[in-house]
């Protein structure tokens, strides 16, 4: 049976780095294998971008597009650790 990574909630801008430019959204949710952002356009599913959050940078693909939000599954999973030095997550 395949369970999903637990999410967490999360406020914050990021910037999302693509082929055509950099846009920036609000993180929604984050877990160890992705997360979900709002206010981004013209991103496509399979898109590779990179999510930019302070000095840190995390390589992904877009999973999915629903209008303004997308889901950006990471390249490799990120450790809880990961992603409190980016920004993403209380330890």
């Known amino acids: 049976m395949y369970y999903r990574p637990r999410r ?3 406020n914050r801008t990021i910037t999302v780095e693509t082929g055509s430019g950099d846009q920036d959204g609000q993180v929604q949710s984050v877990s160890a294998t992705g997360l979900g952002v709002i206010g ?7 898109d590779a971008v990179t999510i930019r959050s302070d000095q840190h ?3 992904g693909r877009v999973a999915w597009v629903d ?13 809880r650790a990961a992603l409190a030095e980016a ?3 209380n330890t």
């Open 8 to 10: 967490w909630a999360c």
């Open 67 to 79: 209008g303004t939000r997308a889901g950006i599954e990471f390249e490799t999973p990120q450790t």
């Open 40 to 46: 981004v356009r013209g991103l496509a599913i399979g």
């Open 87 to 89: 920004g993403l997550r």
């Open 57 to 59: 940078r995390i390589a």
